[in-house]
């Protein structure tokens, strides 16, 4: 008699902070693009912690994993404490983790460990000093512990820097979208950069490719640190009015304002803030407002390494202005759901349902009444046959 064929062992993967725009991209691959090799485990905060090392080592050894992805932040503006607890601290105990396991690691660095300039290669990090942010301290704090893993203690690990992501289904508001939020609700009167600033930016949709590239040619990407963007940078005026034209608004208008200025700005805005906090109503700045700095400089990274390694990019034209179309459609209609943005509302939302129980709602009850408040068909079936089954009597095969 024929043997059955074995089923193929899928690698069982832990995935942290997959509820963000990286992990949750990752997440979403995983289940639909790659389901009989990998089984992927991303466990909520409840459940796994990466402040808490006994939490790492109940879950990850009672989970056995073939491998970990860390992609896991805290919030740009978070504290010192909460910045070195999850950036450094989690990264740290998920590689020793990793390390006691013989697993391998990825982990997920930031383009804000890197100084400013241009075609900036993996090894041109920051010094590490006291007037750093808390956010880039800490992502740089984690690069230098894991390389030192990595040299003296046999860690397999790859680090992958991301520059200014891009992609959908990110439910913060932050980073580019950010940009294209202010723009699109007419935030922005003028041009806070000036001429022939760039950047690099990372397509999301790009990133599961990579990373399940570097799962199945480990000894290619281990020990490594790559710079994931696109190849070519970006003009960030020029990619403002290209919004601009798009979204078809006035603003902002094609004026450049000079950095003392908007400090200036800052400063004063700082103050209202703190005046408005006196009367019980609360009000921050955006957390990118730590970076304006960076859109007065350029920052772009160099991406000859990955380039020349075995990974071929699958969609090799696709950029932030090609998938700009579907990034305004994706976000505009989440923002105008949401109540954010009421310019493009007509638009982007909205059909004959939604109209009416805007305008007709005792109209659009009276219908659902005569229409819609019978019983499933399909379900009353179900509930049918399974009690003639269950009435039958049972086969006696004594």
Request: one cysteine or more.
């Amino acid at each position: 008699m024929a043997q059955a064929p074995s089923q193929k062992k899928r690698s069982l993967g832990v995935l942290i902070g997959g509820s963000g725009l990286i992990g949750g991209t990752l997440a979403y691959y995983f289940k639909t693009q790659a389901p009989d090799d990998f089984d992927i485990r991303a466990p909520s905060s409840k459940k796994l912690s990466v402040r808490n090392a006994q939490d790492i080592i109940t879950y990850l050894k009672r989970a056995k994993p073939d491998f970990v992805i860390n992609a896991a932040m805290a919030s740009l503006d978070s504290d010192a404490q909460l910045a070195f607890e999850v950036n450094y601290l989690g990264s740290v105990n998920l590689a020793r983790a990793c390390c006691a396991l013989n697993i391998p690691y990825i982990h997920f660095s930031s383009a804000a460990v890197l100084p400013h300039g241009e075609n900036l290669a993996e090894g041109d990090q920051l010094p590490l000093t006291s007037n750093l942010s808390n956010y880039a301290k800490s992502k740089l704090m984690a690069e230098l512990t894991l390389e030192h893993m990595m040299r003296h203690h046999g860690l397999d690990c790859t680090i992958i820097r991301v520059s200014i992501v891009y992609g959908e289904h990110d439910h913060k508001i932050q980073g580019f979208h950010r940009l294209l939020f202010a723009i699109a609700d007419e935030a922005v009167p003028f041009l806070f950069t000036k001429r022939g600033v760039k950047h690099s930016y990372t397509n999301a949709a790009k990133i599961p490719h990579f990373v399940h590239h570097v799962l199945l040619n480990r000894k290619e990407f281990s020990g490594q640190t790559y710079h994931f963007a696109d190849p070519e940078p970006v003009a960030l005026d020029d990619l403002i009015l290209t919004i601009r034209a798009y979204l078809e608004v006035k603003l902002p208008r094609e004026i450049y304002v000079p950095y003392p200025l908007v400090i200036t700005g800052k400063f004063f805005l700082e103050r209202v803030a703190g005046v408005l906090n006196w009367f019980g109503i609360t009000a921050r700045l955006p957390p990118e407002y730590m970076f304006l700095k960076n859109v007065y400089q350029s920052q772009t990274v160099a991406t000859e390494k990955l380039r020349r390694s075995s990974y071929v990019d699958p969609a090799p034209d696709e950029d932030i202005y090609t998938r700009l179309p579907k990034l305004v459609i994706y976000y505009l209609t989440r923002w105008a759901h949401l109540n954010l943005i009421t310019r493009f509302r007509d638009q982007f939302v909205g059909n004959e349902l939604a109209n009416d129980f805007i305008r007709h709602p005792d109209e659009l009850l009276g219908s659902i009444h005569a229409d819609s408040l019978t019983p499933w068909y399909s379900l009353l079936q179900t509930d049918e046959l399974t009690a003639e089954a269950s009435s039958e009597p049972a086969d006696d095969d004594s």
